[in-house]
């Protein structure tokens, strides 16, 4: 019976861990990541003929996890890199679970996008509530060093744990393009009722985005506007092209009224260009030069995955009261803690994954599996954008929505001749 059902368990425990990453610790999250990664695996062994077909970019992350293996047994803090060896052995067999099962259940695909535009939407409402009530700051979040009381901002971050407002604005630039699909889906099958219910929650979770003051996920947001209006132009730029440019139009003058009448806003983005007059800017500034230095020293090999291990040895190249958990860029990140090859071969994985993603939306003519992967194709560009000045994505909450989003175009690549297995 339980073997039966088996397909039901996965699809299940797969969109808990979607629905369980807004309220639960990242343990649990991980516990429930690992029950998916079971399930499939229980079902390889009871189902012979249940087999896995690799794309081409799927070979770079095999790649990537076999050199991390490789750093972990070099690293000379082997227990501490072990735990972060071990979650992201969680997230890589998740998303080999995920791909798997969407696969062989295309029909699934959906409701893995919408399950996720329903988690953003949850927390959009979340973060405007914290913002009318003016939650107070956890920590220190902003320099309000020389900022009149007017500039400072109220930043929300929302149920994820633990609180943080970064970890909230890269939790939207993972999300909010699911927001974005739904809406079209709906549209597309003329349910116009249920289309305006996500177009309202896709201008809420946009509110919200820029409630968190998160500076890299404002710029983040300006890409995802970016490539949406790009893919949009496949079916509206021929026969509706003033509306189109009308609307990029609005959206541009939306922006520039939002940053020149709210004060807090303007000056929470106009600080991304103070450099080091800006204390978070400096702070970051600081971290760069020693995580490069790190980077020099241990450029083959890295020095093992994970925080603490990275904040061990980092102890050793920082700067006087300048301490961090992390590099706060995800690539460089990567290159310190796994070596150069593993930065290669993780590259060469978003590389291809992105052409196959993009092959299908230019040359496919189902407009429905177009909107989906569209949702993949601009939140992964979206997440490393803003993964350059911040590392909020090895957080399981983003971590498992970049990870959804990379099975759907492995699933999509495997559904279509243009993109070959191997």
Not at 374 to 381: Q, V
Request: charged share 15%.
């Amino acid at each position: 019976m339980f073997l039966q059902h088996i397909d039901e368990f996965i699809f299940a425990s797969v969109l808990l861990v979607l629905v369980s990453s807004v309220f639960l610790t990242s343990d649990s999250i991980g516990f429930i990541a690992l029950v998916t990664m079971f399930l499939t695996f229980v079902k390889l062994l009871t189902k012979p003929q249940e087999k896995f077909t690799f794309n081409k970019f799927e070979i770079f992350l095999i790649t990537y996890f076999m050199l991390v293996i490789i750093s972990l047994a070099g690293s000379t803090l082997f227990a501490l890199s072990l735990k972060g060896f071990l979650k992201t052995f969680i997230y890589v067999g998740f998303y080999f679970s995920t791909a798997h099962y969407l696969k062989n259940n295309p029909s699934k695909l959906r409701w893995v996008i919408f399950t996720i535009a329903l988690c953003i939407g949850f927390e959009s409402i979340a973060a405007l509530l914290q913002n009318f009530q003016h939650v107070e700051a956890i920590s220190t979040w902003q320099d309000t060093t020389g900022h009149n009381p007017e500039e400072i901002m109220t930043r929300v971050y929302g149920t994820l744990k633990p609180f943080n407002p970064n970890l909230l604005g890269g939790y939207f630039v993972a999300g909010i393009p699911s927001l974005f699909a739904m809406s079209a889906y709906y549209v597309f099958h003329n349910n116009y009722r249920r289309a305006s219910i996500f177009v309202v929650l896709s201008l809420l979770s946009v509110l919200a985005l820029f409630a968190t003051g998160c500076r890299g996920a404002y710029l983040a947001l300006l890409l995802i506007l970016a490539l949406t209006f790009l893919v949009s132009a496949k079916f509206f730029w021929q026969k509706c092209k003033k509306i189109y440019l009308s609307i990029i139009g609005g959206a541009l003058i939306l922006f520039t009224s939002a940053l020149v009448f709210v004060t807090s806003l303007r000056a929470r983005f106009l600080s991304i260009f103070a450099m080091r007059q800006d204390s978070s800017n400096s702070f970051r500034f600081n971290v760069y030069q020693s995580s490069w230095e790190m980077f020099k020293d241990n450029w083959l090999l890295g020095i093992g995955v994970g925080n603490r291990n990275f904040r061990e040895i980092y102890g050793l190249y920082m700067k006087t009261g300048f301490d961090a958990l992390s590099a706060y860029n995800i690539f460089l990140e990567i290159a310190v803690e796994s070596g150069i090859f593993a930065l290669i071969a993780f590259l060469g994985f978003l590389i291809l994954l992105i052409k196959d993603a993009v092959k299908i939306i230019l040359n496919s003519a189902d407009t429905e599996k177009i909107i989906f992967i569209s949702a993949a194709a601009i939140s992964i560009p979206a997440l490393m954008f803003h993964g350059l000045v911040d590392t909020v994505f090895f957080r399981p909450q983003i971590q498992f929505v970049f990870w959804c989003m990379a099975a759907v175009v492995s699933a999509y690549c495997s559904d279509v001749t243009k993109c070959k297995s191997l």
